[in-house]
């Protein structure tokens, strides 16, 4: 398989990280997946992103800013995902879908119908066509989300660093 090449993973492989992301319980958890899952279906990674939760509007689920290394997510969705009753796998579904497509625009890829396709393809590829993740990337992670109650507002803010997000063995600047 070349780099860049979505190909085919061994049956092992996807119950891995489907075990890794029922059992992960933090969001450095979560993007461990995303990581390996790109790694594994890409051949690509990269090393030293922050990651920050701050108040955006509803309609922005997260972002990156392209040359940075700092992924911001929006703290309004992930109330409304807590307060939706969702179980651990849903919230743990939904966070890696979002990673995923904040992780591969810091990868290069801009084109958001490109990376919404290359979303879909990852999650089918390491998680299968009926597991509640590629379910997810096809209908889109505000699926089952409920918005109800929730103010929405133009204002961004109040942005908190993660600690310890992502574990960097070395320098990441060459």
């Keep these: 398989m070349r780099k860049g090449e979505i190909g085919k993973l061994p049956a092992e492989m996807r119950e891995d990280l489907c075990r890794e992301l029922e059992r992960a319980r933090s969001f450095k958890d979560i993007f461990l997946v995303v990581k390996k899952a790109v790694k594994l279906v890409l051949g690509l990674s ?3 992103l922050m990651l920050y939760i701050g108040d955006l509007p509803l309609k922005i689920f997260a972002y990156h800013i392209v ?19 969702f179980s651990d796998l849903e919230f743990n579904s939904t966070v ?6 904040e992780y591969l625009h810091s ?4 084109n958001e119908h490109k990376v919404n396709d290359l979303v879909y393809k990852i999650s089918r590829k390491c998680f299968g066509k009926d597991h509640l993740v590629t379910e997810k990337a096809l209908l889109g992670p505000e699926y089952g989300l409920n918005l109800q109650g929730f103010k929405d507002s133009s204002s961004m803010g109040d942005f908190v660093l993660v600690r310890d997000f992502e574990k960097t063995d070395g320098s990441y600047i060459c």
Excluded: Q
Aim: aromatic share 6%.
């Design 46 to 48: 990269r090393v030293g």
């Design 67 to 85: 040359g940075t290394n700092s992924i911001v997510l929006n703290r309004r969705i992930l109330r409304a995902m807590s307060r939706s009753l």
């Design 96 to 101: 890696f879908l979002i990673l995923l497509h």
């Design 107 to 110: 990868l290069g890829y801009i």
